[in-house]
């Protein structure tokens, strides 16, 4: 940090830097194309609608398959060999779906504490994203493990011997899980994780001394 | 004026009346940030959505106009130019065009946009809140900075603009 001692105004008046900003309102044409304000706010608020709309139907996608699957899994428990793992396996599931639902609200929903300054805005929008990286990042422990237990509880439950089909479900179901993850990686390496450095970066850069 | 909870008429007049009272702020942080006018097109919508998300949240504690500048700022400087972005630019696609036109007819003013988009991220928001005007206390309390360090990024800066244009002549 230097030790200048700022005056009060910034910029004098004289400066001719200062002087074209000043008189660019009626010296230069830049206008916001839309003049119809009225028609913008509820544009606006239509592409906001949209937005709360698409987070419902997203976190449906995530607890309904969640909750069928679970349902299913524990109406069918009482015909299974081992009712008390194949309950478990239905658990599971709905947890690692409520989870998912929970994350998903929390995120959308967190303060983004509109109002505060701006390096206190990208200091909560970088712990919200690196959350979300984070989350990707370690998808094999929260998501991929939980299924993989899961059907291995299903398979458990319904007794019998050990095969050459469950040997190919297992192939699958691994190359299934395979490619989740893989996917799931890659969202949070090339979304996430850009991000997450860019907003490092600025923090550094706002602290830095100049 | 802060809005009752949720009152969805109460927010859009809010909201209409910041872009009557202030639009003068997003045009030029859009013009400052935005290296072309696709980019212009996308920040702005941004910026606008950004600003309706926040309406609720507003509690007159603050100017508008303070509030408004740390909310644009806030998303130019984080404003990543990806395919992503694209992807929420057709998302948004409900929004009116809210660009803002470029004259870019050689006046001293868009010579002044160009250098300022030289300068990194924040040296650019604190050129522009000081060339609005805005006295350092206020400066540090919009972008978070300490006084002696905008005094300290405007000097250089002033410098790397008159650099530019002077260079640009």
């Known amino acids: 940090m230097t030790d200048q001692t700022p005056s009060d105004d910034p910029f004098d008046m004289d400066d001719p830097i200062a ?35 698409l987070l419902i139907w997203l976190n449906a996608q995530e607890v309904l398959p969640s909750v ?19 309950l478990l396996a239905a658990a599971i599931v709905l947890a690692v779906g409520c989870f998912l639902a929970i994350t998903s609200i929390r995120h959308h ?10 390096r206190d805005q990208l200091a909560r929008r970088l712990a919200q994203v690196d959350h979300r990286a984070r989350l990707f990042r370690n998808v094999a422990w929260w998501y991929l493990l939980p299924c993989a237990t899961a059907i291995a509880l299903l398979r458990y439950g319904a007794g019998g011997d050990v095969g050459t089909p469950d040997l190919i479900a297992a192939i699958l179901a691994v190359g299934f899980l395979a490619v989740l993850y893989w996917f799931n990686r890659r969202v949070g390496r090339t979304r996430y994780e850009p991000e997450v450095e860019q907003l490092r970066a600025l923090l550094v850069d706002f602290d830095r001394a100049v | 004026m802060a809005p009752d909870d949720r009152d969805p008429d109460n927010e859009r007049d809010i909201f209409a009346g910041w872009m009557t009272d202030h639009r003068g702020i997003v045009i030029k942080i859009v013009r400052s940030f935005a290296p072309d006018p696709t980019d212009a097109d996308d920040l702005a919508q941004e910026i606008a959505l950004a600003l309706w998300r926040s309406v609720p949240s507003f509690r007159g504690d603050s100017k508008p106009s303070t509030w408004i500048w740390r909310i644009a700022l806030n998303r130019a400087i984080s404003w990543r130019r990806t395919a992503e972005d694209h992807c ?6 409900g929004v009116e065009p809210l660009a803002v036109d470029r004259a870019d007819d050689g006046l001293l003013v868009d010579r002044i946009y160009e250098a300022i988009r030289t300068l990194p991220a924040i040296d650019r928001s604190v050129v522009v809140l000081a060339l609005e005007g805005l006295r350092y206390a206020e400066i540090a309390e919009i972008t978070g900075l300490t006084e002696t360090n905008v ?3 405007l000097s250089r800066a002033r410098t790397r603009l008159s650099q530019h244009l002077e260079d640009a002549r």
């Open chain 1, 19 to 53: 002087r074209a900003w000043a008189d660019q309102d009626q010296t230069s044409s830049p206008s916001l194309r839309s003049t119809d304000l009225a028609g913008l706010a509820d544009s606006v608020a239509r592409a906001h609608r949209k937005e709360q709309r």
């Open chain 1, 68 to 86: 069928a699957i679970a349902a299913l899994v524990s109406i069918r428990a009482s015909d299974s060999a081992r009712p008390a793992a194949t």
């Open chain 1, 109 to 118: 929903r967190a303060d983004r504490g509109w109002g505060t300054s701006v």
């Open chain 2, 88 to 93: 929420l630019a057709i998302h948004h696609a």
């Open chain 2, 151 to 153: 005094g300290a990024r």
